[in-house]
Every structure is written in structure tokens, then in C-alpha cells.
């Protein structure tokens, strides 16, 4: 193809002009599986099967004891109804942050699904079989790679690196590489997740689950106690959905106080929420009427 008829790339400085505009899918309470690890499971195997590249980085926040964030990117390589496992340096700033904070929170964006999904959760090491289990799937280079990098501390260059490895590659010469003891995963298991799809005008259907009350606690306990609530984060316009244990869903608009309306499926929950939705715009605005800049709750 001639260059001439491809659009320009956009520059760097025009970054407050650069924006998609979503169109490629809503998102309605009755796509959600009512169990999140598997609403999860299902959106990854999308991700996976439409070719998304590295579906498995995700972004992963830590924070020291007094609140201080750092974030970078790792890999998902593990997750069941226990929780989203990766691995890394334990003498890392990540480890470190973990030792003195367990809490965490990972995300995962898929560029070309439009999609979003937020993890928080508490985090613990796995056990040492698990660990070790891991290390021994990995290709050789990255075992002794494991070895080699103390990770986050500075080094007076790339050399140093490249010496320590020569010097692992010689220790290990004449067999397996051991998993290093300051080396291992992590499991987070989560307390809340959001998922997230982008939509027209920002207006992007966003589904957060939370921990219920009921005994048990964790998220799959939830669903056979009905106790699971999912909510619905559409930016000017949030609502719960909430099961009742006696059947059905009452769904609750928080920013309207006193409005709520009960279904008996959760596939009636997405019409009735956007029915709602329409009168309340309809009522709030005249046609043509500037519509001003919104204020959001602390
Ligand atoms: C796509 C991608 C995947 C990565 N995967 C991992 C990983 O699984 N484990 C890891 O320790 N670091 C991984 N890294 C490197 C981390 O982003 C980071 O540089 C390193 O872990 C040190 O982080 P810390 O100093 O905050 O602890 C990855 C980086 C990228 C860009």
C-alpha cells in the first residue's frame, strides 16, 4: 500500500486530542456471570482467543505501610476461586511493599475488546510446592535469570547483570538451577472486582462485585447464599443490584434517594436499570439545554 494513503500517526503533542470513541460492545447485567471468577474466566478466554497481545500483563499496585503507591507490570500466571497468582523477586520493592502491606490491587486492560478489569484483594505468598513447581516449568534462561537479578536494586550497569549471569550459568553448569530462596508467587485473593467496557460519549458500563455478607464470606460462597451484589457503575449513574434470598433482585440507585425497583430475573435487571435510566435524564434536562459539568461524591 502506498504510505501517502495511510492517515498520519497522531504526534505527541497532541495528546489531549487523542481519544477512542467505543462502540464495540454493552454491557448489561444479564451478560454477567453472577460469579466473578467466572465472569473473569469468560472475559480472559475472550481476550486470549481474539488475539489480544500478552493477555496475561497485568498492572499491579502496591503501597508501603504509611499508603505510598508503586505500580508496574507483571504476568497472571495462575487463577482458580482462590485467586490471581504471579511471581517474582520477594527482595523486590514489590516483595518489600507486600511484606509491610498486603493489600493490592491488579488490573488488566484489553486495547482491542475495549475492556477493563480491576482486582483488589489481599496477598499472599504461595506455598513453596507451588513455587517450586512453577520454577521448574520455566525455560532455563529465566531460572538463571532468576538467580542473576536483584531485583529493584540499582546496579552500576547492564554489565554487572550480564557477569552475575555468566557466573549462575557456571555455578549451574553440570545441573538442574534450584528455585532461589528470595524468589517465589504470590496469590491475591480478591475482595472486589470491577468490570469495565467501554462505551459512547464516556458513558462506560462499569459492574462491580463485593464480597457479601453471608456466612463464608468468599465471592462462590456468595452465590449459593444469594448474597452476591453486583453494581452498576455507569459514570453519571450508579446502581446495586442486590439478590434477595427469597428470589429475585432489587435494584437501588444510590445518587436517587429512595428509588428502587424490583425484577425477577437478572436478565430484566439491564432494561429496567436503562428504563430508569432514560426517565431520569429525560426529566432532568430540556432538549438542547447545556447539560453541566458533573460533580461526583467524595
Ligand atoms: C509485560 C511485562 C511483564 C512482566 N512480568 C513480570 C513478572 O511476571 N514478574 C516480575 O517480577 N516482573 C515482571 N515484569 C517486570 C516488572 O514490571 C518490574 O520491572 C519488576 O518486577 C520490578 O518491579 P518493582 O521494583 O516495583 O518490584 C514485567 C514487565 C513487563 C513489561
Not at 489531549?16 to 480472559?44: I, K, V
Not at 499491579?60 to 508496574?72: E, F, K, N, V
Not at 504476568?75 to 523486590?92: A, H, I, P, Q, V
Amino acid at each position: 500500500m502506498n504510505d501517502s494513503s495511510q492517515a498520519a500517526p497522531p504526534r505527541a503533542e497532541d495528546v489531549a486530542e487523542m481519544r477512542e470513541e467505543y462502540r464495540r460492545a454493552g454491557l448489561e447485567a444479564h451478560d454477567l456471570d453472577p460469579d466473578p471468577f467466572a465472569q473473569f474466566a469468560a472475559w480472559f478466554q475472550e481476550a486470549v482467543a481474539r488475539g489480544a497481545p500478552e493477555p496475561n500483563a497485568m498492572t499491579l499496585a502496591t503501597a508501603t505501610r504509611d499508603g505510598t503507591p508503586s505500580a508496574r507490570v507483571v504476568l497472571l500466571k495462575g487463577f482458580d476461586e482462590r485467586g490471581f497468582t504471579f511471581y517474582t523477586n520477594y527482595e523486590s520493592r514489590k516483595g518489600r511493599e507486600l511484606a509491610e502491606n498486603p493489600r493490592a490491587a491488579i488490573v488488566f486492560y484489553w486495547a482491542g475488546l475495549e475492556r477493563q478489569v480491576r482486582i483488589g484483594g489481599v496477598v499472599e505468598r504461595v506455598s513453596r510446592e507451588e513455587s517450586e513447581a512453577y520454577f521448574r516449568s520455566r525455560p532455563r534462561g529465566s531460572r538463571l535469570g532468576a538467580w542473576a537479578s536483584r531485583q529493584s536494586e540499582p546496579i552500576a550497569g547492564r554489565a554487572i547483570l550480564e557477569e552475575r549471569l555468566r557466573a549462575v550459568e557456571e555455578e549451574f553448569r553440570d545441573g538442574e538451577v534450584p528455585i532461589p530462596p528470595f524468589w517465589g508467587g504470590y496469590r491475591l485473593s480478591p475482595t472486589g472486582f470491577e468490570f469495565w467496557q467501554g462505551r459512547p460519549n464516556r458513558l462506560h458500563d462499569r459492574f462491580r462485585y463485593t464480597r457479601g455478607m453471608g456466612a463464608g464470606g468468599r465471592s462462590r460462597g456468595c452465590r449459593r447464599e444469594g448474597v452476591v451484589s453486583v453494581e452498576h457503575l455507569a459514570r453519571e449513574y450508579p446502581f446495586t443490584v442486590h439478590a434477595e434470598p427469597e428470589g429475585g433482585y432489587v435494584i437501588v440507585f444510590p445518587d436517587l434517594p429512595g428509588c428502587m425497583t424490583q425484577v425477577e430475573s437478572l436478565e430484566e435487571v439491564g432494561p429496567a436499570a436503562e428504563e430508569i435510566r432514560a426517565l431520569w435524564i429525560e426529566t432532568e434536562y430540556e432538549a438542547g439545554e447545556e447539560i453541566p459539568l458533573p460533580s461526583y461524591p467524595e
